[in-house]
């Protein structure tokens, strides 16, 4: 099993989109069969370096790499990319 976190430091003026981009994503599940869980949630504290996180589960990584190259995947990443100012990740095996 692999956990696969990212987190987004949103540009600021982009609510609009975060909140459009946030629930796209929420959207995946159960629509992309490779993620099998997932979580989504925005930080609640003012000092902190990202707006809000991802927490999915795939079964491996080639999973996780079906995932990322799903074009739904794909299409909600272009929007996140156009409103980030970073993005951090990591992968382990659970």
Sequence with gaps: MIRHIVMWK????TKSEQEEF????????GEIPALL???IERNIG???NADA???ADFAD????????EDPRHMSVSALC???????TCVD???
């Excluded at 946030?22 to 599940?29: E, G, I, K, N, P």
């Excluded at 990584?61 to 990322?68: D, N, P, Q, S, T």
């Excluded at 990319?81 to 993005?87: A, D, F, G």
Aim: hydrophobic share 45%; aromatic share 8%.
């Design 92 to 94: 382990f095996t659970l």
């Design 81 to 87: 990319l156009s409103i980030r100012e970073s993005r």
């Design 46 to 48: 003012e000092d902190s």
């Design 61 to 68: 990584l080639e999973a996780l790499k079906r995932y990322k």
């Design 22 to 29: 946030l629930t796209r994503l929420a959207a995946l599940q």
């Design 37 to 39: 869980n997932s979580r």
């Design 10 to 13: 949103f540009r600021a003026g």
């Design 53 to 55: 996180v991802l927490i």
